[in-house]
């Protein structure tokens, strides 16, 4: 596994496109255990706050973590995401850049399927509600870096 969390860093932070189904795609690779350490500095916060209160730090305090819960994934893929059983990955359809991650006209999310080949995972598109296996390993994916001009 850690072989290919090293190799998804190489792609963090870069202008990248993806093809799936023999189309291009914007693809936003996730750097998903810096999103959840976030995630989970924000909860300590929130530690015995009332519902009014946290809705009130909420209203001024947010995360990635939770825009990508809330855009791109349902509660049968949040569950699978907190039992370790898929990492999310990557994020499709998106302009590269984007201020928040909060958009409702996207393309889905790649996660690793984790209850596979632990170090060449397959990989699944989750779009609408749908999970569909787009490679049957990592190594598989045509990930293009973007040349700026």
């Known amino acids: 596994m850690e072989a290919i969390k090293k190799r998804l860093q190489s792609y963090i932070g870069k202008d990248l496109t993806i093809v799936i189904n023999e189309e291009n795609e ?24 009332t519902q009014e ?9 947010s995360c990635d973590l939770m825009d990508i819960y809330d855009y791109f994934m349902d509660d049968d893929c949040i569950e699978r995401v907190e039992n370790k059983e ?8 998106l302009c590269h850049g984007p ?7 996207h393309g889905g999310i790649l996660l690793l399927d984790l209850s596979a080949d632990p170090e060449n995972p397959p990989v699944i ?4 509600s749908e999970e569909s296996t787009i490679a ?14």
């Open 136 to 149: 049957e390993e990592f190594d598989s994916l045509q990930i293009t870096v973007v040349e700026e001009d």
């Open 26 to 49: 914007n693809l936003i690779m996730l750097d998903w255990e810096q999103l959840d350490g976030e995630y989970a500095e924000m909860s300590s916060k929130m530690k015995g706050m």
């Open 86 to 93: 898929w990492l999310p990955i990557g994020l499709l359809g």
């Open 53 to 61: 209160q946290m809705g009130d730090f909420l209203q001024g305090n």
């Open 99 to 105: 201020e928040s991650y909060a958009e409702m006209f």
């Open 125 to 128: 598109r989750f779009y609408e």
